[in-house]
């Protein structure tokens, strides 16, 4: 740590507009709906503005929650063969958590125009159709085929950044980009299985989530700046709506009453342990969306890559999984990219201290 004179605090942890109670009125962001954004008002870089201690905090929280809900899934998915009604629970949970908060006083609804609300219902149907690639791509390519193209999300993270927004990055972020990649790859490496079909939706569904991540962060950080838990109890009721008429077209609500027909899953044991499944994805989304808005989209992905290793790292321990040198050092190379991706934005926050526009947190 440098001794620098310490940062100032982000609004997060400040202004009430994340976890603390505030009393000011609502926003009114339909009076603003046709304003356009001028390019210094962007703020594109705002990951940039916030304090290291903030950001690795939010992200070493992040990082737990998501290798937990990890194994948790996992583990509830051997069990519950109902990915579609696992999402609704997911989704339905976060709803109704986000709500809870509401109603104690720990955020305010921003008042939003028609196309803002439009906005969030056709993120809501990108957030559905990005898990709905993911199951149908599953289907059609090897599991070692499907990770390994999940791997390139960070490169069309950034391609669609300097296309879309003109973003450019430092040499040395662009540089540690290479050996997460290829480390992740290394790490996710087997059979290569695909068909034409499945070889398309795979690489469209990789599209799809690095968009789904960029305009999360947009959402949060752009013109309209909602704060991540008015974002998710915004979103989440959509999602679950979504899910759940996915469930009923898969067929999956009634495989589910068949299988408590046929006592395939034990009442309570099953309940329990989807609830407290749900309960942790609830706390993932709310560390999820903020670790979004302090770090960045690009980030992100990057932290994508990095739990894909430290996931087979922990199943060496807990479900016996045999790793080869092949996976290990790519587990290592993967861990130097990360390395070397921090170093990157580091250098790059020193060099950017100023020209922010204050996001609202």
Known sequence: MSSQAPEPSPPLLKD?????????????????????????????????SIPSTVKFTWL????????????????????????????????????????GLLQMGYFKLSRLGRRENLALVAFSALFTANIALSNLSLAMVSVPFYQT????????TLLIFRAWYGRTYSTLT??????????????????????????????LGVIFAAI?????????????????????????????????????????VNGFRKAL????????????????????AFLLNISSFNTNKLAGALT?????????????????????????LLKGAGMAITMLGAAVYSKAELDNKKRQNSGYKKVPQ
């Open 149 to 156: 193209m999940r791997m390139l999300c960070p490169i069309f």
């Open 174 to 203: 662009y540089m540690s980009l290479v050996p997460l990649i290829i480390g992740a790859t290394m790490t996710t490496a087997g059979e290569m299985k695909f068909s034409d079909a499945g070889f398309l939706l795979t690489i």
């Open 261 to 280: 027909a046929n006592s395939e899953m034990s009442g309570f044991a099953t309940l329990a342990s989807l609830l407290g499944n749900g309960c942790l």
């Open 212 to 252: 789904k991540t960029i305009v999360t962060n947009r959402f949060m950080t752009g013109s309209l700046a909602l704060p991540p838990v008015e974002f998710l109890i915004r979103m989440s009721p959509m999602a679950a709506a979504q899910a759940l008429v996915c469930a009923f077209a898969t067929g999956e």
């Open 60 to 99: 070493g929280t992040y990082f737990l929650l998501s290798l937990l809900l990890t194994i948790y899934n996992k583990i509830v998915l051997g069990v519950f063969k109902f990915p579609w009604l696992l999402t609704f629970l997911h989704t339905s949970i976060s709803a109704l958590g986000t709500y």
């Open 300 to 324: 992100m992905t990057v932290c994508g890559n990095l739990k894909q290793c430290l996931t087979v790292l922990l199943g060496i321990f807990i479900f016996n999984v045999e790793v080869d």
């Open 16 to 48: 009430g507009r994340g976890f603390s109670p505030r009393s000011d009125t609502a926003v009114d962001m339909e009076a603003n709906a046709g304003r356009s954004e001028s390019p210094s008002q962007s703020n594109l870089d705002h990951e940039y």
